[in-house]
């Protein structure tokens, strides 16, 4: 199970961190991602950490977002600074091990923005 945290109200140029914890499960050997869906939108990436804890980033975010993971803690994090109003959205975390047959969900954090 995953469990998304953090979410909130800001205003335009403020931060955010967002926190991912899994239960059970191998996830140090697991790809996390974190993904977005703002209303009428397609869900879309916003960043990805391997298990050796490569990482990528969306376009609209690369510059301004930083994930990271904790295995110890089971938790992964998604730093976002410069925030801006289409920033804004549900943000859910993904746990992806295709080998292991693992593909979950966590239930969405919602982030707003305000300008």
């Known amino acids: 199970q995953l469990q998304a945290s953090g979410g909130g109200l800001v205003q335009a140029g403020e931060s955010l961190r967002l926190s991912c914890a899994a239960s059970?499960?191998?996830?140090?050997?697991?790809?996390m991602g974190w993904y977005r869906q703002a209303p009428g939108k397609q869900r879309e990436l916003v960043a990805v950490?391997?298990?050796?804890?490569?990482?990528n980033y969306g376009h609209s975010v690369k510059g301004r977002f930083t994930t990271s993971r904790d295995n110890a803690k089971r938790t992964v994090y998604l730093g976002m600074n410069s925030l801006k109003p289409e920033d804004a959205a549900v943000y859910y975390c993904?746990?992806?091990?295709?080998?292991?047959?693992?593909?979950?969900w966590g239930q969405g954090t919602l982030v707003t923005v305000s300008s």
């Open positions: 950490i391997t298990s050796s804890s490569g990482t």
């Open positions: 993904n746990a992806y091990s295709r080998m292991w047959g693992v593909d979950s």
């Open positions: 059970g499960g191998i996830f140090s050997l697991l790809d």
